[in-house]
């Protein structure tokens, strides 16, 4: 069997691995940096070698409008906060009180899940 060809992750440009097995499913995983391909660096499970890396191969990264965190919306609504400790994003709504916050983008919109 030919393994499925896999792009370069989108985050950190790193090749993807291949995991898995016919009776727990298959998966890619970044090889890099996992800190720079949030969400997530892995695709999820699939039933086959080439779902798995359809999966992996649609990823693409996203553009983040990062905006300083002086200007954030203190009203209660959900934002992307930047974490300068942790260097990730975390959600909730900003309330001024965490010094490790510097930016602040829009929460992005979750996936269309296909109802069938």
């Not at 990264?61 to 994003?89: E, F, Y």
């Amino acid at each position: 069997m030919n393994s499925p060809t896999l792009k370069p992750c989108p985050f950190c440009g790193a090749p993807g691995q291949m995991l898995g097995s016919a009776d727990k499913g298959w998966h890619v995983w970044c090889t890099g940096d996992e800190e720079a391909c949030s969400p997530s660096p892995m695709t999820h499970i699939a039933w086959s070698p080439a779902a798995a890396a359809e999966y992996w191969n649609k990823r693409v990264a996203a553009t983040v409008d990062w905006r300083p965190i002086a200007d954030a919306p203190q009203d209660g609504t959900r934002l992307m906060l930047w974490d300068s400790v942790s260097k990730r994003p975390v959600f909730g709504s900003w309330r001024g009180d965490n010094p490790a916050i510097t930016h602040y983008a829009a929460e992005p919109a979750g996936p269309e899940v296909a109802h069938g």
